[in-house]
T-cell receptor, first 113, second 112 residues
Framework: GESVGLHLPTLSVQEGDNSIINCAYS??????FIWYKQESGKGPQFIID?????DKRQGQRVTVLLNKTVKHLSLQIAATQPGDSAVYFC????????????FGAGTRLAVHP | KAGVTQTPRYLIKTRGQQVTLSCSPI?????VSWYQQTPGQGLQFLFE???????NKGNFPGRFSGRQFSNSRSEMNVSTLELGDSALYLC???????????FGEGSRLTVL
């Protein structure tokens, strides 16, 4: 498949461990944040989102944490599986910004059996 | 429900040519956004259309243009291609703004 990014930071974890992927966002006016997963040869796939009036949101095996003080976002994946191997992007938007998302550089997650 | 469909999936052009990429959004979605993805610059916003109107634009030169039709299908055009335009061009659709974006698999453009 196509290479999404040749020099992305890589997080290597063992299958079954928990993964934490971090992201620093750029715009203090942003009030909507999203995590996307991109597998090789595919487009980004929505994982979970959070609005700025929250600091934590949970989904199925995933949790997003938002720290507006330091403009930091994290994605926690519980019991990481080989199928979680992909590149993960955070994205930010602000009210009135319509669908103009600003994406982070991405982190490659490699899950080893 | 069919996902976002982009055509063509792969294409090769030479410098100076122009290219048109097509995107069919999810049925019922009126917002279509375009993004360029390269290893060096990552994912960058090109423009967004809603009900045939461009309502947001990224920082790309005028060689990059787009349009949306009454059935919400969208096209983007790049004229006078440069080597640096080689990228994966992604289309995303949404029912409204700042909502969940659904991405297609992209059109991989190579400029020689």
């Amino acid at each position: 498949g196509e290479s999404v990014g040749l020099h992305l930071p890589t997080l290597s974890v063992q299958e079954g461990d928990n993964s934490i992927i971090n992201c620093a966002y750029s715009n203090s006016a942003s009030d909507y944040f999203i995590w996307y997963k991109q597998e090789s040869g595919k487009g980004p796939q929505f994982i979970i989102d959070i609005r700025s009036n929250m600091d934590k949101r949970q989904g199925q095996r995933v949790t997003v944490l938002l720290n507006k003080t330091v403009k930091h976002l994290s994605l926690q994946i519980a019991a990481t599986q080989p199928g979680d191997s992909a590149v993960y992007f955070c994205a930010e938007n602000k009210s009135g910004g319509y669908n103009k998302l600003i994406f982070g550089a991405g982190t490659r997650l490699a899950v080893h059996p | 429900k069919a996902g976002v469909t982009q055509t063509p999936r792969y294409l090769i052009k030479t410098r100076g040519q122009q290219v048109t990429l097509s995107c069919s959004p999810i049925s019922g979605h009126r917002s279509v956004s375009w993004y360029q993805q390269t290893p060096g610059q990552g994912l960058q916003f090109l423009f967004e259309y809603f009900s045939e109107t461009q309502r947001n634009k990224g920082n790309f030169p005028g060689r990059f243009s787009g349009r949306q039709f009454s059935n919400s299908r969208s096209e983007m055009n790049v004229s006078t291609l440069e080597l640096g335009d080689s990228a994966l061009y992604l289309c995303a659709s949404s029912s409204d703004w700042a909502g969940e974006l659904f991405f297609g698999e992209g059109s991989r453009l190579t400029v020689l």
